[in-house]
């Protein structure tokens, strides 16, 4: 499997000046994100593809955080012992509906050729009036160059995944564009 190869140096690899740099921007971005939601110690969150849990040290230390992946390898790298980790695919998440306040969905849409499929598995697991952080890899020339490097993506135009999300009973909060990604703080309406 890509990700269980891809996890040997996947960290080494984010932790490089260039790429670390492009990381911290969009580690910002979804800080910056984060702010738009109401102050709520109980958030129960589902960090959905948190590969090594990046997105997961990047949440308020109070809320009861679960981490999936569908690479086992990257959840081994994972070095938040204070959460939970889940080997589960993301089209079929192992949980009850309505069970989160919070989905993060960092880096996982570029990998996915069924977005409709993904929004309402997301749909399903989030409670009603509940929060989605999702990215998009945009079509910018840079994230063109990922292509060259083998990698398998999807590039999405935000304006029409703005426009899956509202048909999938998603309204937009906030967003923010990054070098490589879009950011998208949606709530979710039904």
Request: glycine share 4%.
């Amino acid at each position: 499997m890509f990700w269980d190869f891809k996890s040997k140096f996947y960290d080494f690899a984010r932790n490089t000046l260039v790429i670390g740099w492009i990381l911290g921007e969009e580690n910002q971005a979804i800080k910056n994100l984060l702010f738009f939601l109401p102050e709520r110690p109980d958030f129960k969150v589902l960090d959905v593809a948190t590969g090594t849990g990046n997105v997961l040290k990047l949440l308020p230390k109070n809320y009861f955080a679960v981490g999936i992946d569908k690479s086992f390898s990257m959840l081994k790298k994972a070095k938040n012992t204070e959460k939970t980790f889940v080997n589960c695919d993301t089209l079929r998440l192992p949980f009850s509906s309505s069970s989160f306040n919070l989905l993060t969905c960092v880096g996982l849409v570029e990998y996915v050729f069924d977005v409709e499929a993904l929004l309402k598995e997301l749909n399903r697991v989030l409670i009603k009036n509940g929060f989605l952080l999702i990215t998009i890899s945009h079509t910018r020339k840079l994230n063109f160059f990922r292509f060259f490097l083998g990698e398998k993506i999807f590039l999405r135009n935000p304006l029409i995944f703005e426009k899956n999300f509202k048909e999938n009973g998603f309204k937009l909060v906030a967003k923010n564009t990054t070098l490589l990604q879009t950011q998208f703080l949606l709530e979710k309406e039904t």
